[in-house]
Protein backbone atom coordinates (compact mmCIF):
# COMPACT_ATOMS: atom_id res chain seq x y z
CA UNK A 1 0.00 0.00 0.00
CA UNK A 2 1.30 3.53 -0.69
CA UNK A 3 2.58 6.16 1.04
CA UNK A 4 -0.18 8.29 1.00
CA UNK A 5 -2.47 6.28 1.49
CA UNK A 6 -1.05 4.66 4.49
CA UNK A 7 -0.86 8.53 6.19
CA UNK A 8 -4.57 8.31 6.52
CA UNK A 9 -4.30 5.76 9.27
CA UNK A 10 -3.11 7.91 12.07
CA UNK A 11 -5.68 10.68 11.48
CA UNK A 12 -8.30 8.09 11.94
CA UNK A 13 -7.32 6.99 14.76
CA UNK A 14 -6.66 10.64 16.69
CA UNK A 15 -10.18 10.93 17.87
CA UNK A 16 -9.29 14.10 20.25
CA UNK A 17 -7.38 15.50 17.92
CA UNK A 18 -9.45 15.11 14.90
CA UNK A 19 -12.36 16.41 17.65
CA UNK A 20 -10.14 19.74 18.46
CA UNK A 21 -9.75 20.32 14.80
CA UNK A 22 -13.25 20.47 14.38
CA UNK A 23 -14.44 22.37 17.50
CA UNK A 24 -11.69 24.98 17.22
CA UNK A 25 -13.12 27.02 13.83
CA UNK A 26 -16.09 27.07 16.11
CA UNK A 27 -14.88 28.55 19.33
CA UNK A 28 -12.98 31.23 17.04
CA UNK A 29 -16.25 32.34 15.42
CA UNK A 30 -18.18 32.64 18.85
CA UNK A 31 -15.04 33.88 20.69
CA UNK A 32 -14.49 36.63 18.35
CA UNK A 33 -18.94 36.97 18.72
CA UNK A 34 -18.41 37.48 22.31
CA UNK A 35 -15.37 40.02 21.93
CA UNK A 36 -17.51 42.09 19.83
CA UNK A 37 -19.35 44.14 22.22
CA UNK A 38 -16.42 45.50 23.87
CA UNK A 39 -14.48 46.80 20.43
CA UNK A 40 -17.41 48.19 18.90
CA UNK A 41 -20.84 49.83 19.41
CA UNK A 42 -24.38 49.47 20.15
CA UNK A 43 -25.64 49.88 16.52
CA UNK A 44 -23.26 46.52 15.33
CA UNK A 45 -24.23 44.60 18.18
CA UNK A 46 -27.41 45.08 16.92
CA UNK A 47 -26.00 43.79 13.08
CA UNK A 48 -24.47 41.13 15.07
CA UNK A 49 -27.75 39.96 17.33
CA UNK A 50 -29.27 40.05 13.84
CA UNK A 51 -26.83 37.75 12.56
CA UNK A 52 -27.14 35.15 15.30
CA UNK A 53 -31.26 34.94 15.19
CA UNK A 54 -30.19 34.28 11.07
CA UNK A 55 -28.25 31.53 11.99
CA UNK A 56 -30.65 30.30 14.62
CA UNK A 57 -32.84 29.35 11.97
CA UNK A 58 -30.36 28.62 8.98
CA UNK A 59 -28.84 26.38 11.15
CA UNK A 60 -31.66 24.03 11.44
CA UNK A 61 -32.50 24.62 7.63
CA UNK A 62 -29.41 23.58 7.07
CA UNK A 63 -30.44 20.02 7.98
CA UNK A 64 -33.28 20.46 5.29
CA UNK A 65 -31.24 21.99 2.87
CA UNK A 66 -27.62 20.93 2.61
CA UNK A 67 -27.79 17.69 3.78
CA UNK A 68 -31.47 16.60 3.02
CA UNK A 69 -31.07 18.31 -0.58
CA UNK A 70 -34.64 19.36 -0.17
CA UNK A 71 -35.02 22.71 -1.37
CA UNK A 72 -37.00 24.63 1.32
CA UNK A 73 -36.54 28.13 -0.79
CA UNK A 74 -39.87 29.39 1.87
CA UNK A 75 -38.87 28.72 5.28
CA UNK A 76 -38.71 32.56 5.96
CA UNK A 77 -42.66 31.46 6.69
CA UNK A 78 -41.93 29.32 9.92
CA UNK A 79 -40.12 32.96 10.90
CA UNK A 80 -43.68 34.68 10.34
CA UNK A 81 -45.37 32.42 12.32
CA UNK A 82 -42.50 32.25 15.41
CA UNK A 83 -42.78 35.76 15.24
CA UNK A 84 -46.38 36.74 15.03
CA UNK A 85 -47.33 33.52 17.82
CA UNK A 86 -44.75 35.51 20.36
CA UNK A 87 -45.80 38.58 19.79
CA UNK A 88 -49.63 38.08 19.76
CA UNK A 89 -49.59 35.86 22.88
CA UNK A 90 -47.37 37.97 24.89
CA UNK A 91 -49.62 40.90 23.84
CA UNK A 92 -52.76 39.41 24.96
CA UNK A 93 -54.64 39.37 21.40
CA UNK A 94 -56.21 36.25 21.48
CA UNK A 95 -55.98 34.65 24.74
CA UNK A 96 -54.68 36.72 28.33
CA UNK A 97 -51.28 37.67 28.49
CA UNK A 98 -48.82 34.88 28.69
CA UNK A 99 -45.00 34.73 29.71
CA UNK A 100 -42.70 35.74 26.94
CA UNK A 101 -40.50 32.75 27.34
CA UNK A 102 -43.72 30.62 27.27
CA UNK A 103 -44.71 32.87 24.11
CA UNK A 104 -40.95 31.33 23.01
CA UNK A 105 -42.58 27.77 23.84
CA UNK A 106 -45.62 28.01 21.64
CA UNK A 107 -43.58 29.40 18.77
CA UNK A 108 -41.44 26.52 18.57
CA UNK A 109 -44.39 24.44 18.99
CA UNK A 110 -46.73 26.41 15.83
CA UNK A 111 -42.94 26.15 13.90
CA UNK A 112 -42.74 22.26 14.55
CA UNK A 113 -46.35 21.63 13.54
CA UNK A 114 -45.94 23.74 10.41
CA UNK A 115 -42.32 22.82 9.31
CA UNK A 116 -43.88 18.78 9.67
CA UNK A 117 -46.73 20.27 7.14
CA UNK A 118 -44.71 21.92 4.95
CA UNK A 119 -42.34 19.28 5.22
CA UNK A 120 -44.47 16.35 4.02
CA UNK A 121 -44.90 17.55 0.07
CA UNK A 122 -41.09 16.45 -0.02
CA UNK A 123 -42.14 12.75 0.72
CA UNK A 124 -43.05 12.94 -2.93
CA UNK A 125 -42.53 15.81 -4.86
CA UNK A 126 -38.77 16.67 -6.15
CA UNK A 127 -36.63 19.71 -6.42
CA UNK A 128 -38.15 22.52 -7.93
CA UNK A 129 -42.07 21.18 -7.02
CA UNK A 130 -41.24 21.44 -3.25
CA UNK A 131 -39.59 24.79 -3.75
CA UNK A 132 -42.95 26.24 -5.25
CA UNK A 133 -44.67 23.94 -2.12
CA UNK A 134 -42.55 26.51 0.27
CA UNK A 135 -43.03 29.39 -1.59
CA UNK A 136 -46.65 28.72 -1.56
CA UNK A 137 -46.76 28.68 2.04
CA UNK A 138 -44.68 31.64 2.71
CA UNK A 139 -46.99 33.59 0.64
CA UNK A 140 -50.11 32.36 2.33
CA UNK A 141 -48.64 33.11 5.42
CA UNK A 142 -48.07 37.00 4.75
CA UNK A 143 -51.83 37.07 3.25
CA UNK A 144 -52.75 35.63 6.30
CA UNK A 145 -50.81 38.13 8.43
CA UNK A 146 -52.42 40.63 6.41
CA UNK A 147 -55.82 39.88 6.38
CA UNK A 148 -56.67 38.91 10.14
CA UNK A 149 -56.34 42.39 11.39
CA UNK A 150 -57.86 41.91 14.88
CA UNK A 151 -54.94 39.53 15.92
CA UNK A 152 -51.47 40.56 13.96
CA UNK A 153 -52.66 44.25 13.20
CA UNK A 154 -53.08 43.41 8.83
CA UNK A 155 -50.72 46.13 7.60
CA UNK A 156 -50.33 48.04 10.49
CA UNK A 157 -48.57 45.42 12.53
CA UNK A 158 -48.05 44.44 16.03
CA UNK A 159 -45.50 45.43 19.10
CA UNK A 160 -43.18 42.68 19.55
CA UNK A 161 -42.31 41.10 22.88
CA UNK A 162 -40.15 42.69 25.50
CA UNK A 163 -37.67 40.51 27.23
CA UNK A 164 -37.23 40.55 31.37
CA UNK A 165 -33.95 42.05 33.14
CA UNK A 166 -31.62 42.00 32.06
CA UNK A 167 -31.97 40.41 28.71
CA UNK A 168 -34.15 43.75 27.89
CA UNK A 169 -30.99 45.56 26.92
CA UNK A 170 -28.54 45.88 23.89
CA UNK A 171 -26.13 44.27 25.35
CA UNK A 172 -27.80 41.29 27.20
CA UNK A 173 -30.33 40.84 24.36
CA UNK A 174 -27.44 39.80 22.18
CA UNK A 175 -25.22 37.63 24.57
CA UNK A 176 -28.33 35.77 25.02
CA UNK A 177 -29.00 35.05 21.13
CA UNK A 178 -25.47 34.19 20.33
CA UNK A 179 -25.69 31.41 23.70
CA UNK A 180 -28.57 30.27 21.57
CA UNK A 181 -26.77 29.90 18.38
CA UNK A 182 -23.88 28.39 20.00
CA UNK A 183 -26.68 26.41 21.40
CA UNK A 184 -28.32 25.32 18.20
CA UNK A 185 -24.81 25.02 16.18
CA UNK A 186 -23.48 21.98 18.83
CA UNK A 187 -27.63 20.43 18.36
CA UNK A 188 -27.38 20.53 14.52
CA UNK A 189 -23.78 19.23 14.67
CA UNK A 190 -24.14 16.51 16.83
CA UNK A 191 -26.85 15.35 14.17
CA UNK A 192 -24.77 15.87 11.22
CA UNK A 193 -22.32 13.68 12.72
CA UNK A 194 -24.92 11.00 13.79
CA UNK A 195 -26.05 7.96 11.80
CA UNK A 196 -29.25 10.57 10.86
CA UNK A 197 -26.99 13.14 9.34
CA UNK A 198 -25.19 10.15 7.50
CA UNK A 199 -28.34 9.07 6.40
CA UNK A 200 -29.76 12.35 5.36
CA UNK A 201 -26.88 12.80 3.03
CA UNK A 202 -27.38 9.08 1.82
CA UNK A 203 -30.82 10.28 0.85
CA UNK A 204 -29.66 13.10 -0.85
CA UNK A 205 -27.18 11.73 -2.92
CA UNK A 206 -28.06 8.19 -3.17
CA UNK A 207 -31.54 7.34 -2.33
CA UNK A 208 -31.88 4.46 -3.50
CA UNK A 209 -28.47 2.75 -1.95
CA UNK A 210 -30.14 4.26 1.43
CA UNK A 211 -33.05 2.66 1.00
CA UNK A 212 -31.47 -0.59 0.14
CA UNK A 213 -29.73 0.18 3.61
CA UNK A 214 -33.16 0.20 5.23
CA UNK A 215 -33.41 3.33 5.60
CA UNK A 216 -36.94 5.21 5.43
CA UNK A 217 -36.93 8.64 4.49
CA UNK A 218 -40.88 9.75 5.89
CA UNK A 219 -38.97 8.59 9.40
CA UNK A 220 -35.97 10.26 8.79
CA UNK A 221 -37.47 13.28 7.38
CA UNK A 222 -40.15 13.54 9.83
CA UNK A 223 -38.04 14.82 12.70
CA UNK A 224 -35.78 16.76 10.97
CA UNK A 225 -38.84 18.95 9.63
CA UNK A 226 -39.88 19.05 13.14
CA UNK A 227 -36.55 20.17 14.10
CA UNK A 228 -36.05 23.17 11.60
CA UNK A 229 -39.72 24.18 12.46
CA UNK A 230 -39.14 24.65 15.61
CA UNK A 231 -35.82 26.46 16.12
CA UNK A 232 -36.99 28.76 12.95
CA UNK A 233 -40.31 29.25 15.19
CA UNK A 234 -38.33 30.46 18.33
CA UNK A 235 -35.86 32.57 15.87
CA UNK A 236 -39.23 34.50 14.71
CA UNK A 237 -39.63 35.44 18.01
CA UNK A 238 -36.42 36.40 18.82
CA UNK A 239 -36.52 38.41 15.17
CA UNK A 240 -39.88 40.01 16.64
CA UNK A 241 -37.98 41.02 19.89
CA UNK A 242 -34.74 42.46 17.92
CA UNK A 243 -37.35 44.91 15.46
CA UNK A 244 -39.66 45.78 18.24
CA UNK A 245 -42.73 45.92 15.82
CA UNK A 246 -43.14 43.89 13.55
CA UNK A 247 -45.29 44.06 9.76
CA UNK A 248 -45.78 41.30 7.20
CA UNK A 249 -43.17 44.00 5.19
CA UNK A 250 -40.56 42.76 7.50
CA UNK A 251 -40.73 39.39 6.16
CA UNK A 252 -39.58 39.53 2.22
CA UNK A 253 -38.43 37.51 -0.48
CA UNK A 254 -35.21 38.38 -0.20
CA UNK A 255 -35.07 37.09 3.31
CA UNK A 256 -35.86 33.79 2.50
CA UNK A 257 -33.30 33.99 -0.51
CA UNK A 258 -30.66 35.00 2.08
CA UNK A 259 -31.52 31.93 4.67
CA UNK A 260 -31.46 29.23 1.39
CA UNK A 261 -28.35 30.64 -0.54
CA UNK A 262 -25.92 30.89 2.86
CA UNK A 263 -26.67 27.36 2.95
CA UNK A 264 -25.74 27.16 -1.04
CA UNK A 265 -22.68 29.49 -0.78
CA UNK A 266 -21.46 27.74 2.56
CA UNK A 267 -21.73 24.41 1.11
CA UNK A 268 -24.03 21.39 1.51
CA UNK A 269 -23.14 18.97 3.88
CA UNK A 270 -21.19 21.51 6.32
CA UNK A 271 -22.06 23.11 9.72
CA UNK A 272 -19.13 25.68 9.46
CA UNK A 273 -19.79 26.81 5.88
CA UNK A 274 -23.37 28.08 6.19
CA UNK A 275 -22.41 29.70 9.69
CA UNK A 276 -19.42 31.43 7.92
CA UNK A 277 -21.72 32.40 4.65
CA UNK A 278 -24.49 34.02 7.21
CA UNK A 279 -22.64 36.08 9.03
CA UNK A 280 -21.14 37.65 6.12
CA UNK A 281 -24.43 37.93 4.19
CA UNK A 282 -25.85 39.79 7.22
CA UNK A 283 -22.97 41.85 7.45
CA UNK A 284 -21.97 42.68 3.84
CA UNK A 285 -25.29 45.04 3.13
CA UNK A 286 -24.03 47.24 6.04
CA UNK A 287 -20.82 48.01 4.29
CA UNK A 288 -22.39 48.05 0.63
CA UNK A 289 -25.30 50.35 1.86
CA UNK A 290 -25.84 51.72 -1.45
CA UNK A 291 -26.26 49.20 -2.85
CA UNK A 292 -29.35 47.24 -0.76
CA UNK A 293 -31.85 47.79 -2.94
CA UNK A 294 -29.32 45.15 -5.43
CA UNK A 295 -29.50 42.52 -2.61
CA UNK A 296 -31.45 39.61 -4.58
CA UNK A 297 -29.47 40.62 -7.59
CA UNK A 298 -26.15 40.68 -5.54
CA UNK A 299 -27.32 37.48 -3.70
CA UNK A 300 -27.81 35.24 -7.00
CA UNK A 301 -24.40 36.81 -8.13
CA UNK A 302 -22.43 35.83 -5.73
CA UNK A 303 -24.35 32.23 -6.02
CA UNK A 304 -23.34 31.66 -9.57
CA UNK A 305 -19.78 32.70 -8.84
CA UNK A 306 -19.08 30.39 -6.37
CA UNK A 307 -20.84 27.32 -8.10
CA UNK A 308 -19.00 28.23 -10.95
CA UNK A 309 -15.38 28.91 -8.88
CA UNK A 310 -16.06 26.77 -6.25
CA UNK A 311 -18.67 24.31 -6.42
CA UNK A 312 -18.73 22.92 -3.02
CA UNK A 313 -18.76 26.53 -1.46
CA UNK A 314 -16.92 27.78 1.50
CA UNK A 315 -16.45 24.06 2.82
CA UNK A 316 -14.64 23.17 0.09
CA UNK A 317 -12.10 26.09 0.16
CA UNK A 318 -12.14 24.98 3.88
CA UNK A 319 -11.75 21.39 2.99
CA UNK A 320 -7.25 21.07 3.09
CA UNK A 321 -7.37 17.68 3.98
CA UNK A 322 -8.56 16.37 1.22
CA UNK A 323 -6.74 18.53 -1.48
CA UNK A 324 -3.40 15.81 -0.52
CA UNK A 325 -2.48 13.87 -3.88
CA UNK A 326 -2.87 10.07 -2.97
CA UNK A 327 -0.67 7.85 -4.98
CA UNK A 328 -2.09 6.45 -8.10
CA UNK A 329 -0.64 2.87 -7.60
CA UNK A 330 -2.80 1.22 -5.10
CA UNK A 331 -3.25 -2.00 -4.32
CA UNK A 332 -6.71 -3.46 -3.15
CA UNK A 333 -5.58 -6.31 -0.68
CA UNK A 334 -8.69 -7.86 1.31
CA UNK A 335 -8.44 -9.85 4.13
CA UNK A 336 -11.20 -12.62 4.03
CA UNK A 337 -9.58 -13.99 7.03
CA UNK A 338 -11.52 -11.57 9.25
CA UNK A 339 -15.41 -12.37 7.97
CA UNK A 340 -15.99 -14.42 10.87
CA UNK A 341 -15.49 -10.85 13.45
CA UNK A 342 -17.99 -8.73 10.96
CA UNK A 343 -20.39 -11.42 10.38
CA UNK A 344 -20.27 -14.25 12.71
CA UNK A 345 -20.78 -17.88 11.45
CA UNK A 346 -24.36 -18.89 11.26
CA UNK A 347 -25.77 -22.49 9.69
CA UNK A 348 -25.74 -22.63 6.34
CA UNK A 349 -29.54 -23.89 6.63
CA UNK A 350 -32.98 -22.69 6.56
CA UNK A 351 -34.99 -21.16 4.10
CA UNK A 352 -33.96 -19.49 1.24
CA UNK A 353 -35.59 -16.67 -0.75
CA UNK A 354 -38.11 -18.17 -3.55
CA UNK A 355 -39.14 -16.61 -7.03
CA UNK A 356 -41.69 -18.32 -8.54
CA UNK A 357 -43.30 -16.91 -11.78
CA UNK A 358 -42.14 -13.82 -11.64
CA UNK A 359 -43.51 -11.78 -14.52
CA UNK A 360 -42.89 -8.32 -15.22
CA UNK A 361 -43.03 -5.62 -18.36
CA UNK A 362 -41.97 -2.45 -19.20
CA UNK A 363 -44.47 -0.97 -21.67
CA UNK A 364 -44.43 -3.95 -24.53
CA UNK A 365 -41.07 -6.02 -23.45
CA UNK A 366 -41.27 -8.57 -20.93
CA UNK A 367 -38.11 -8.01 -18.70
CA UNK A 368 -38.69 -11.05 -16.47
CA UNK A 369 -41.36 -14.15 -17.73
CA UNK A 370 -42.05 -16.91 -15.72
CA UNK A 371 -39.10 -16.78 -13.99
CA UNK A 372 -38.29 -19.64 -11.26
CA UNK A 373 -35.48 -19.08 -8.81
CA UNK A 374 -33.91 -19.79 -5.59
CA UNK A 375 -30.86 -18.69 -3.78
CA UNK A 376 -29.85 -21.19 -0.63
CA UNK A 377 -28.11 -19.91 2.44
CA UNK A 378 -24.24 -19.99 1.87
CA UNK A 379 -24.07 -20.88 -1.64
CA UNK A 380 -23.17 -18.72 -4.24
CA UNK A 381 -25.47 -18.56 -6.96
CA UNK A 382 -24.22 -17.24 -10.10
CA UNK A 383 -27.04 -15.57 -12.78
CA UNK A 384 -25.51 -14.97 -16.14
CA UNK A 385 -26.91 -13.93 -19.34
CA UNK A 386 -26.86 -11.36 -22.54
CA UNK A 387 -27.42 -8.00 -21.51
CA UNK A 388 -31.08 -7.13 -21.37
CA UNK A 389 -31.63 -10.65 -20.12
CA UNK A 390 -33.25 -10.14 -16.72
CA UNK A 391 -30.59 -10.13 -14.37
CA UNK A 392 -30.59 -6.54 -12.58
CA UNK A 393 -34.43 -6.44 -13.17
CA UNK A 394 -34.28 -9.57 -10.98
CA UNK A 395 -32.37 -8.07 -8.34
CA UNK A 396 -34.70 -5.40 -8.14
CA UNK A 397 -37.88 -7.66 -7.94
CA UNK A 398 -36.30 -9.20 -5.08
CA UNK A 399 -35.03 -5.62 -3.19
CA UNK A 400 -38.61 -4.52 -3.78
CA UNK A 401 -37.61 -1.73 -6.38
CA UNK A 402 -40.00 -2.99 -8.77
CA UNK A 403 -43.16 -4.81 -8.88
CA UNK A 404 -43.80 -7.86 -10.56
CA UNK A 405 -47.16 -8.11 -12.40
CA UNK A 406 -47.30 -12.13 -11.57
CA UNK A 407 -45.62 -14.18 -9.40
CA UNK A 408 -43.60 -12.90 -6.04
CA UNK A 409 -40.59 -13.58 -3.91
CA UNK A 410 -40.25 -14.87 -0.82
CA UNK A 411 -37.71 -15.06 2.30
CA UNK A 412 -37.84 -18.56 4.21
CA UNK A 413 -41.30 -18.60 2.99
CA UNK A 414 -42.83 -15.36 4.24
CA UNK A 415 -43.40 -13.27 1.15
CA UNK A 416 -41.07 -10.36 0.59
CA UNK A 417 -43.67 -7.20 0.35
CA UNK A 418 -43.07 -5.14 -3.79
CA UNK A 419 -42.81 -1.55 -3.55
CA UNK A 420 -40.75 -1.27 0.40
CA UNK A 421 -37.25 -1.85 -0.49
CA UNK A 422 -36.59 -0.62 2.77
CA UNK A 423 -37.83 -3.20 4.54
CA UNK A 424 -35.04 -5.65 2.90
CA UNK A 425 -32.21 -3.94 4.92
CA UNK A 426 -33.69 -5.30 8.25
CA UNK A 427 -34.66 -9.01 6.90
CA UNK A 428 -30.88 -9.18 6.19
CA UNK A 429 -30.83 -8.97 2.40
CA UNK A 430 -27.95 -6.66 1.17
CA UNK A 431 -27.26 -5.31 -2.44
CA UNK A 432 -24.36 -3.37 -4.45
CA UNK A 433 -25.55 -1.62 -7.39
CA UNK A 434 -24.10 -1.55 -10.88
CA UNK A 435 -23.12 1.73 -10.73
CA UNK A 436 -21.45 2.18 -7.37
CA UNK A 437 -23.99 4.52 -5.42
CA UNK A 438 -21.70 6.47 -3.01
CA UNK A 439 -21.89 9.57 -1.05
CA UNK A 440 -19.41 11.77 -2.78
CA UNK A 441 -18.67 14.61 -0.26
CA UNK A 442 -18.47 11.88 2.99
CA UNK A 443 -15.37 9.95 3.65
CA UNK A 444 -14.87 6.13 2.90
CA UNK A 445 -15.57 5.76 6.58
CA UNK A 446 -18.94 7.63 6.55
CA UNK A 447 -20.27 6.08 3.21
CA UNK A 448 -19.66 2.32 5.04
CA UNK A 449 -21.22 3.79 8.16
CA UNK A 450 -24.04 4.40 6.19
CA UNK A 451 -25.10 0.83 5.88
CA UNK A 452 -25.22 0.24 9.34
CA UNK A 453 -27.79 2.73 10.01
CA UNK A 454 -30.56 0.78 11.05
CA UNK A 455 -28.84 -0.64 13.73
CA UNK A 456 -28.12 2.38 15.60
CA UNK A 457 -30.80 1.87 18.78
CA UNK A 458 -30.40 5.85 20.14
CA UNK A 459 -33.22 8.31 19.03
CA UNK A 460 -32.82 11.45 16.84
CA UNK A 461 -33.39 13.46 20.10
CA UNK A 462 -30.75 11.47 22.38
CA UNK A 463 -28.66 12.28 19.06
CA UNK A 464 -29.63 15.36 18.89
CA UNK A 465 -28.67 16.65 22.89
CA UNK A 466 -25.80 13.78 22.52
CA UNK A 467 -26.84 11.29 25.23
CA UNK A 468 -25.22 8.01 25.63
CA UNK A 469 -26.91 6.32 23.37
CA UNK A 470 -25.65 8.54 20.52
CA UNK A 471 -21.88 8.03 21.73
CA UNK A 472 -23.00 4.04 21.85
CA UNK A 473 -23.87 3.52 18.22
CA UNK A 474 -21.16 5.98 16.87
CA UNK A 475 -18.78 4.26 18.93
CA UNK A 476 -20.11 0.60 17.65
CA UNK A 477 -20.63 2.35 13.82
CA UNK A 478 -17.20 3.50 13.43
CA UNK A 479 -15.68 0.38 14.87
CA UNK A 480 -17.73 -1.89 12.74
CA UNK A 481 -16.71 -0.06 9.51
CA UNK A 482 -13.21 0.38 10.18
CA UNK A 483 -13.64 -3.55 10.37
CA UNK A 484 -15.25 -4.18 6.93
CA UNK A 485 -12.95 -1.36 5.06
CA UNK A 486 -10.10 -3.71 6.80
CA UNK A 487 -12.05 -7.41 5.53
CA UNK A 488 -12.04 -5.47 1.81
CA UNK A 489 -8.56 -3.72 2.19
CA UNK A 490 -9.33 -0.15 2.21
CA UNK A 491 -8.57 0.90 5.63
CA UNK A 492 -6.06 2.85 4.92
CA UNK A 493 -8.34 5.16 2.67
CA UNK A 494 -11.08 5.42 5.47
CA UNK A 495 -10.52 9.13 6.10
CA UNK A 496 -10.25 10.14 2.09
CA UNK A 497 -13.62 11.54 0.38
CA UNK A 498 -14.93 8.51 -1.38
CA UNK A 499 -15.28 10.69 -5.19
CA UNK A 500 -11.61 10.50 -4.55
CA UNK A 501 -11.39 6.98 -4.73
CA UNK A 502 -10.74 4.24 -8.02
CA UNK A 503 -13.64 2.33 -9.77
CA UNK A 504 -12.23 -0.63 -8.46
CA UNK A 505 -12.18 0.36 -4.45
CA UNK A 506 -15.56 1.87 -5.09
CA UNK A 507 -16.98 -1.63 -6.18
CA UNK A 508 -15.01 -3.24 -2.71
CA UNK A 509 -16.43 0.38 -0.29
CA UNK A 510 -19.66 -0.99 -1.60
CA UNK A 511 -19.31 -4.75 -0.35
CA UNK A 512 -18.17 -3.11 2.69
CA UNK A 513 -21.09 -1.26 3.24
CA UNK A 514 -23.13 -4.44 3.36
CA UNK A 515 -21.36 -6.14 5.41
CA UNK A 516 -22.63 -3.35 8.06
CA UNK A 517 -25.85 -5.21 7.47
CA UNK A 518 -24.36 -8.62 8.47
CA UNK A 519 -26.68 -10.08 5.48
CA UNK A 520 -28.25 -13.17 4.96
CA UNK A 521 -28.13 -12.81 1.76
CA UNK A 522 -26.08 -10.62 -0.59
CA UNK A 523 -26.87 -9.47 -4.26
CA UNK A 524 -23.97 -8.48 -6.14
CA UNK A 525 -24.83 -6.30 -9.20
CA UNK A 526 -21.50 -6.98 -11.68
CA UNK A 527 -18.95 -6.46 -8.92
CA UNK A 528 -16.50 -7.43 -11.09
CA UNK A 529 -16.77 -5.07 -13.79
CA UNK A 530 -13.54 -2.47 -14.37
CA UNK A 531 -11.42 -4.67 -12.20
CA UNK A 532 -8.18 -5.78 -13.37
CA UNK A 533 -7.30 -9.84 -13.38
CA UNK A 534 -5.54 -9.65 -9.82
CA UNK A 535 -8.77 -7.59 -8.63
CA UNK A 536 -11.20 -9.83 -9.80
CA UNK A 537 -9.20 -12.95 -7.85
CA UNK A 538 -9.48 -11.34 -5.00
CA UNK A 539 -13.18 -10.42 -5.20
CA UNK A 540 -13.84 -13.96 -5.91
CA UNK A 541 -12.03 -15.11 -2.38
CA UNK A 542 -13.66 -12.61 -1.06
CA UNK A 543 -17.23 -13.79 -2.39
CA UNK A 544 -16.36 -17.78 -1.75
CA UNK A 545 -15.26 -16.46 1.84
CA UNK A 546 -18.59 -14.35 2.33
CA UNK A 547 -20.58 -17.73 1.68
CA UNK A 548 -18.66 -20.12 3.48
CA UNK A 549 -19.92 -17.54 6.37
CA UNK A 550 -23.15 -18.87 5.72
CA UNK A 551 -24.26 -15.47 3.68
CA UNK A 552 -26.41 -16.79 0.46
CA UNK A 553 -25.12 -14.86 -2.38
CA UNK A 554 -26.62 -13.91 -5.98
CA UNK A 555 -24.10 -12.69 -8.18
CA UNK A 556 -24.71 -11.01 -11.64
CA UNK A 557 -21.94 -11.29 -13.37
CA UNK A 558 -20.87 -11.16 -16.88
CA UNK A 559 -16.91 -12.55 -16.19
CA UNK A 560 -17.92 -16.17 -17.12
CA UNK A 561 -14.59 -17.29 -15.32
CA UNK A 562 -15.50 -15.54 -12.32
CA UNK A 563 -18.49 -17.25 -12.52
CA UNK A 564 -17.25 -20.86 -13.28
CA UNK A 565 -14.61 -20.59 -10.12
CA UNK A 566 -16.91 -19.28 -7.16
CA UNK A 567 -20.04 -20.31 -7.75
CA UNK A 568 -22.19 -23.36 -6.62
CA UNK A 569 -25.15 -22.79 -8.90
CA UNK A 570 -25.20 -20.83 -12.26
CA UNK A 571 -28.86 -19.82 -13.68
CA UNK A 572 -28.49 -18.10 -17.17
CA UNK A 573 -31.24 -15.95 -18.48
CA UNK A 574 -32.21 -14.93 -21.83
CA UNK A 575 -35.00 -12.91 -22.89
CA UNK A 576 -36.28 -13.16 -19.54
CA UNK A 577 -36.42 -16.92 -19.51
CA UNK A 578 -34.46 -19.36 -17.87
CA UNK A 579 -32.62 -20.97 -20.29
CA UNK A 580 -30.40 -22.92 -18.15
CA UNK A 581 -30.10 -24.29 -14.54
CA UNK A 582 -27.34 -26.21 -13.00
CA UNK A 583 -24.15 -26.74 -11.67
CA UNK A 584 -21.31 -24.83 -13.78
CA UNK A 585 -20.11 -27.94 -15.28
CA UNK A 586 -23.43 -28.58 -16.54
CA UNK A 587 -23.50 -25.12 -18.08
CA UNK A 588 -19.99 -25.30 -19.23
CA UNK A 589 -21.21 -27.70 -21.85
CA UNK A 590 -25.13 -26.92 -21.99
CA UNK A 591 -25.29 -26.62 -26.07
CA UNK A 592 -28.15 -23.70 -26.06
CA UNK A 593 -26.02 -21.73 -23.42
CA UNK A 594 -22.63 -21.83 -25.72
CA UNK A 595 -24.27 -20.84 -28.68
CA UNK A 596 -26.51 -18.25 -27.03
CA UNK A 597 -24.05 -16.38 -24.44
CA UNK A 598 -20.40 -18.12 -24.22
CA UNK A 599 -19.87 -18.39 -27.55
CA UNK A 600 -17.79 -21.66 -29.28
Known sequence: MSEAAGQAVPAQRGGAGETLRRVLPFAAIFGAGLILPA???????????RAAIYWILVSGLNLVVGFAGQLAIGWVAMLTLGAYTTSVLALGNVLPPVPVFAAFAAAALVGATFGLIVGLPALRLRTFYFAMTTLGFATIVTQVALAWQSVTGGGI????????????TTLGFYLFCLALAAFCTWMTANVAHSRFGRSLVATRDAEVAAEASGISKPRLLGPVFLFSGAIAGIAGGLFATLQSYITPEAFTFDLSVLFFIAILIGGRGSILGPLIATVVLTWLPEFAAPLVVWSTFLYATLLLVIVLAVPGGIAALLDFKNRRPLESSRAILPRPELLPEILGRRPASGGGITLRDVVLSFGGVRAIDGLDLTIEPGQ????IGPNGSGKTTTL??????????????????APLRPGTPQTRAPSGIARTFQTPRLI????????????????????????????????????????DALLALRTVGLEPLA????????????????????????????????PAAGLSADEIRRLGALIRAISRQGTGVLLVEHHADLIFEICDRVTVLNLGRVLAAGTPAEIRVHQEVVSAYLGA
Open 157 to 168: GVPGPVLPEPLD
Open 440 to 479: GEASVLQNVMVGGAIRGQGTFLESLLSLPRHHADEAMLRE
Open 495 to 526: EVRADRLQHSELRFMEIARTLMLRPRFLLLDE
Open 396 to 413: NVICGFNTPEAGGATLDG
Open 39 to 49: VSNDYWTLIAT
Open 380 to 383: VHGL
